[in-house]
């Protein structure tokens, strides 16, 4: 991938982002050190629309109605210190 520094995409910015539009995409350095990378965005025609996950496994289990007091026992038990035999 190509690395410009700073100053060189300061100047050229124009021309880098130009180029990034018709994907390639480019990291810009400071100091030698890479601290972002421009990529091409998808023209908004071109997304797909989002689908919501909430409600995704809805009607394929189940929570049982004494969920809050499964294990109750066990769980007083290992805070007391009570070996379950």
Do not use: W, Y
């Not at 629309?49 to 496994?57: C, D, I, K, T």
């Not at 049982?64 to 038990?77: H, L, S, T």
Request: glycine residues 8%; hydrophobic residues 40%.
């Amino acid at each position: 991938m190509k690395q410009v520094n700073m100053h060189e995409a300061k100047t050229h910015l124009s021309r880098l982002v130009d180029e990034a539009a018709a994907g390639q995409s480019f990291v810009i350095c400071k100091a030698g050190k890479p601290m972002v990378r421009v990529t091409p965005l998808v023209q908004s025609g071109d997304l797909a629309p989002v689908s919501s996950r909430l409600g995704l496994l809805r009607g394929a289990c189940s929570v049982p109605n004494d969920f809050d007091q499964m294990g109750q026992e066990a769980i007083a038990n290992l805070f007391e210190g009570i070996a379950e035999s």
